[in-house]
């Protein structure tokens, strides 16, 4: 790890002030994944601006129509949280298969939406992938296991987000302070660089910074199931999240969205439609399933991911 | 006194371990924790390609970065590297931060090679050669009794099939590595290991001076299950930064990246197998031709102490006519090593897989096909009783007729461990006021050596154990022999037992009092006016024995949409002769069955075939299981002290995951021939993933085993000698 200065915001203003006073600058927030990066030499940023401290940035407020999230609410806030868990089940579920229980008493929600890649290319530190500014994607030859279904990106790194499947079925929205001033982004725009840019972990510049999270509470159900090796302290190989408001036993804005099979969460208006105005049978959301994974180009090593996503909508 | 009692005070006892609470509450004092005055961390620059030639090292580069005080080549230039991270050289310094930055320092000349990682690659005739010399794949260790040909033909039943184990890596706690102070004349070693005594003769071997002038302390250390008998390239290289250090303490221990490459693993296994049975489904024939792969070389041969690419094949429940052609395979892969129970996990995963597809041809329950072929009594017993605990006859059901989702399984599989105890010295100090003190240059490598030593003293004596310190784990106490092979018990109880008994007739002798034991004790000692010592040895007689038997059963579920196997119980019988202590045996038996869940569900060394890399150097992808994956465990263990002291640590681990793969076979009806049994084969199986990565290995096996066919025609000299 690299000598670095060390600088504590008191806003996020100014933490966006003393990331531009350096100029390898990162934030600082549960530092599970930074970290990580550093002590691997991945990264080696100059100066670490701190975000723990800024005031009321780890709240979180249920208003009558949406909720809203500070950055630095931990995953184990999100997980235990018994209101939360009553009204959006797709979060708390999301927030539960994080990691450890240390990890989620460190990791932060931002951090958690903001992570970069897991692909073991990537983190090798011997091994300079695209994604690293070398010259291939490893994971297109190598062992792609735990790769994506869905990129027209040569990089095939997917997002493990349990948080943005979930926050994207429930139409949740990131406040990012970008250098334009404050902006209103949907979970497709969080990742939309990511499948395009083969560098890109999101749509973060260096300098952005998730300043809030917004779900608005439409009544809607939700559930989020994801299928790993083990039972816990594990990835998720697969994860779906869906959501909808049921009327008179029908679905309405239903929303069906697979994750760690793409550079971020993955969705279809193609089927969501199909759900909207029926009533939920195993029958209807195995339908929309296949549409959903109809175009998935699978590897022969993550060949499984297609099929092992049938249950986990079919209960959603 | 020449033998056990009839009846025990603290044998066959659950005892709790004496050192339990330093380690719950981290006073013990592992190798990784030892601080000698000035001492200086070290670290290990490893090769960053699979092959090729380095012919250069800036080791002045590494000396120049500020707190270095030394570094050393490993060998000399220039060096043929064979695997990623082979050790290339070693930097010892006054930080951690100051280390890194002297490994990157150091630039590299180096001329990359190409290289093959995967085994079923490897044995093709164009594969890239690990050694110049010789095409990867061995001569064959060939075994032949009986007619087996003849005896295949006149089967009434045949069953052949192909199964192959994955590379484990021993990922103990503690990682590999000492703290070693070296003047150049005498040597101290902290070391993480299993034979102490094997470290210092590697140590003293390679810094060139007496035995007598080095040292080696291990007091406590994280686990080792094979890996951790050779002071390692990691402990030579310690040895050498510290003399070139002017003689400063140098601690190198690994990183757990370090760990996944260069200090041994688990070789994997590839096998076609056949057997042939009688009308009455009595086994008649087998036929194996296989190989182990051992990555570039054995354990023996690299630094690694031993363990090679050899499996057992004809076993458990052997066929008197029977042909085995076996052989081993070479890749650029960190060297295999001893790893609990040698060969026996993935050798009986395919006995036992091959068993369950034979009964299942012969239309026979499984467990009566085992009954009807398995010649040892104590483990046709242990199959009954566990049969009864598991409710095998209630609850075992043809495999795939289990109905819905999520199909339940059963299986069983049995173990068999055959070494004998051995090398092993005792010496007992008793003072007058009664209390004892026990040394034996043995080491506990997690298994409850330090509190078998005063149990057994305890029971000769017939005191209080409290009065007994025993000490072990250091090279100047009598000489015993390293902790494999499951033979410390059955070495250390009788060194033990026949110096108390010693003890005990100088202690007669000197108190002029016939009887000292128990109640008499203290008086006896009270008549002594110094302390008297005594020596005591292992040998053979009625105290220990071999041959220690086990089966395993297990119940499954298995989700056929997700793939994914939930275990829902295990029941495992054991037997171990005369058991010391309860409690730590049935910790035994508990840690072996998890290590065993590993290897069936989840364990997989992987290596990427594009750059030659470990590709999970880490417990994010290198998955062991959490105990959220272990099921309850249900331990039985039989008693049988006229036998003496049997080992236990490698025949509980044995029978685990083929029982597993057999729960799951019998769940699906269709077999996962391959370990791991991950969800994306459980679903391959199930024909849900058309042409994928496991259908592609499946017929790699077949391919590569008859290339092993072909190679078997020919003529056998440009091929390598078998990977012992």
């Known amino acids: ?316 | 006194m020449k033998t056990w009692p009839d009846t025990f005070q603290h044998l066959s006892k659950p005892r709790p371990r004496v050192d339990g609470p330093d380690k719950v509450t981290g006073r013990a004092e592992y190798a990784y924790d030892v601080l000698p005055q000035d001492w200086l961390y070290a670290m290990i620059l490893r090769a960053p390609v699979a092959a090729g030639t380095v012919s250069g090292i800036d080791l002045d580069a590494a000396r120049r970065v500020p707190g270095v005080r030394a570094a050393v080549l490993s060998r000399s230039l220039p060096v043929q590297v064979r695997f990623y991270g082979e050790e290339l050289a070693a930097v010892a310094a006054e930080t951690p931060q100051a280390c890194h930055d002297a490994l990157r320092a150091m630039r590299l000349e180096v001329n990359e090679a190409s290289f093959v990682v995967q085994e079923l690659e490897a044995v093709l005739p164009d594969a890239p050669r690990v050694f110049e010399e010789y095409e990867n794949i061995s001569k064959a260790q060939e075994s032949r009794q009986g007619n087996p040909e003849a005896a295949m033909e006149d089967a009434a039943t045949t069953v052949e099939g192909y199964y192959a184990t994955s590379v484990n890596l021993h990922q103990p706690m503690e990682t590999h590595g000492n703290t070693i102070r070296f003047n150049g004349e005498e040597l101290l070693a902290w070391s993480s290991t299993q034979g102490v005594f094997g470290v210092r003769d590697g140590l003293a071997g390679a810094m060139e001076i007496p035995l007598s002038k080095a040292r080696v302390i291990t007091r406590y250390m994280g686990g080792g299950f094979g890996s951790k008998f050779p002071a390692g390239a990691e402990g030579r290289l310690a040895a050498e930064l510290s003399k070139a250090s002017g003689g400063r303490p140098v601690k190198l221990m690994l990183t757990r990246f370090d760990e996944s490459l260069a200090v041994g693993n688990r070789p994997s296994c590839f096998a076609r197998v056949k057997l042939g049975t009688d009308s009455s489904g009595r086994i008649k024939a087998y036929e194996m031709t296989g190989f182990g792969c051992a990555g570039y070389a054995g354990g023996g041969s690299s630094e690694g102490g031993s363990g090679g690419a050899s499996f057992p094949a004809n076993h458990l429940y052997p066929a008197e006519n029977a042909r085995i052609d076996q052989r081993s395979v070479t890749i650029n892969a960190g060297s295999g090593r001893a790893f609990r129970a040698p060969g026996h996990p993935p050798g009986v995963f395919i006995q036992e897989s091959l068993m369950d597809q034979m009964a299942l041809a012969l239309d026979m329950d499984p467990l009566e096909f085992r009954l009807k072929n398995d010649d040892s009594p104590i483990r046709r017993k242990e199959f009954q009783m566990g049969a009864e605990r598991i409710g095998w006859k209630e609850n075992y059901r043809k495999p795939g007729s289990s109905e819905g989702v999520v199909k339940k399984g059963l299986g069983c599989a049995g173990s068999f461990w055959g070494v004998p105890g051995g090398d092993s010295n005792a010496e007992v100090q008793v003072n007058p006021d009664g209390s004892v003190v026990i040394r034996c240059g043995t080491q506990d490598i997690g298994t409850g050596t330090s509190t078998l030593v005063p149990l057994v003293a305890a029971e000769v004596l017939r005191i209080d154990p409290n009065l007994i310190k025993g000490e072990i784990g250091d090279t100047r106490f009598p000489y015993s022999g390293g902790s494999g092979g499951s033979r410390t018990a059955p070495s250390v109880a009788p060194a033990v037992f026949d110096a108390c008994v010693n003890a005990m007739e100088k202690v007669a002798a000197k108190s002029g009092m016939e009887d000292v034991r128990g109640d008499q004790w203290t008086e006896a000692c009270n008549k002594l006016s110094y302390p008297i010592v005594a020596q005591g040895e292992w040998k053979e007689g009625s105290l220990s024995s071999r041959g220690a038997y086990g089966a395993q059963f297990v119940e499954v579920e298995v989700d056929t949409e997700t793939g994914f196997v939930d275990l829902k119980r295990i029941v495992a019988v054991h037997d171990c002769g005369l058991i010391i202590n309860s409690l730590t045996a049935r910790s035994q038996v508990n840690g072996g069955i998890i290590m065993g869940i590993g290897g069936a569900l989840y364990e997989d060394r992987i290596m990427d075939p594009v750059s030659g890399v470990v590709l999970n150097p880490n417990f994010e992808t290198y998955k062991l299981p959490g105990i959220a994956d272990i099921p309850d465990i249900d331990v039985v263990l039989l008693n049988f002290p006229e036998r003496g002291v049997i080992g236990m640590g490698e025949p509980v681990h044995i029978p685990t995951s083929a029982a597993i793969a057999n729960a799951v076979a019998n769940a699906l009806g269709v077999r996962i021939q391959t370990l791991p049994i991950t969800p994306a084969k459980v679903l391959s199986a199930l024909g849900q993933t058309g042409n994928d990565q496991y259908q592609r290995s499946l017929s790699d096996l077949q391919k590569a085993l008859q290339r092993v066919d072909e190679v078997a025609s020919l003529s056998q000299e440009n091929l390598s000698e078998f990977v012992v």
């Open chain 1, 1 to 316: 790890m690299k000598s670095f200065s060390y600088s504590q915001a008191q806003s996020f203003e100014g933490a966006v002030e003393r990331f531009h006073e350096a100029s390898a600058s990162r934030y600082l927030a549960g530092g599970v994944d930074l970290l990580g990066e550093m002590k691997d030499s991945l990264l080696e940023p100059d100066r670490l601006v701190n975000l723990k401290g800024i005031q009321e940035s780890d709240t979180i407020e249920a208003g009558d129509e949406a909720w809203t999230f500070g950055p630095n609410v931990t995953i184990a806030r999100l997980e235990k949280h018994g209101k939360l868990r009553e009204r959006f089940p797709a979060i708390a579920e999301a927030a539960r298969h994080v990691g450890s229980p240390q990890i989620r008493n460190m990791g932060t929600l931002g951090g958690n939406l903001a992570q970069h890649s897991r692909c073991w290319y990537y983190r090798h530190k011997d091994i300079q992938c695209l994604k690293n500014g070398g010259a291939l994607c490893y994971a297109r030859q190598g062992d792609s296991r735990y790769h994506c279904l869905f990129t027209d990106n040569p990089c095939i790194s997917p997002s493990v987000s349990n948080l943005a499947t979930a926050l994207m079925a429930l139409e949740g929205k990131v406040h990012v302070l970008t250098e334009r001033g404050e902006e209103e982004w949907s979970l497709e725009d969080l990742y939309r660089d990511a499948w395009r840019n083969p560098m890109a972990h999101n749509s973060l510049a260096p300098a952005d910074l998730i300043v809030r999270v917004v779900v608005p509470d439409a009544g809607r159900r939700s559930h989020y199931l994801q299928q790993s090796d083990r039972a816990e302290f594990d990835w998720a190989l697969v994860s779906a999240a869906a959501s909808a408001r049921m009327e008179d036993g029908k679905l309405r804005d239903a929303r069906l969205v697979v994750g760690c099979v793409a550079p971020g969460p993955h969705q279809l208006d193609e089927a969501n439609a199909m759900l909207e105005g029926k009533a939920l049978t195993s029958d209807l959301a195995a339908a929309a399933a296949e549409k959903l994974l109809d175009k998935a180009d699978a590897t022969p090593e993550n060949a499984y991911k297609v099929p092992s996503q049938k249950p986990s909508r079919g209960a959603a």
